[in-house]
């Protein structure tokens, strides 16, 4: 599978954008599906994770109660709502799927992930 996140942009402080997730070679509903950034100079950090279904949602503390992943698998989207942007969530954003048998990886590790795309940059001007 090969996944492409999409819809970054510039976006002032307190704004909102919304990103999605898509599959080509194989449907995203068969994989739980992880949002990550990059911002320059640091590592890549996990943000949040959704599992197949979408019941099983996980998120990384900074990002809890701004950013909102939900998966629609009848349009083979996964999106991860953003609110209240800030200027330190200036970064190039992914999604990458969970390995089939990550080795003991969570869903908050970034290395038991895989597929990873093209990122998307999402800019936060104050």
């Known amino acids: 599978v090969q996944l492409q996140a999409s819809g970054g942009g510039l976006v002032q402080v307190g704004g909102s954008l919304r990103l999605s997730c898509t599959a080509s070679?194989?449907?995203?509903?068969?994989?739980?599906i992880g949002w990550f950034r990059q911002a320059p100079g640091k590592d890549r950090e996990f943000l949040a994770g959704?599992?197949?279904?979408?019941?099983?949602?996980s998120y990384q503390g900074s990002v809890r109660g701004r950013f909102t992943i939900s998966r629609n698998n009848v349009k083979s989207t996964v999106d991860l709502q953003m609110n209240n942007l800030k200027p330190e969530d200036t970064a190039v954003y992914y999604c990458?799927?969970?390995?089939?048998?990550?080795?003991?990886?969570?869903?908050?590790?970034?290395?038991?992930?895989?597929?990873w795309g093209p990122g998307t940059q999402v800019t936060v001007s104050s």
């Open positions: 990458a799927r969970k390995k089939d048998n990550p080795a003991g990886g969570t869903n908050y590790d970034v290395w038991a992930y895989e597929s």
């Open positions: 959704i599992g197949r279904r979408g019941s099983s949602t």
């Open positions: 070679g194989d449907t995203i509903s068969n994989y739980h």
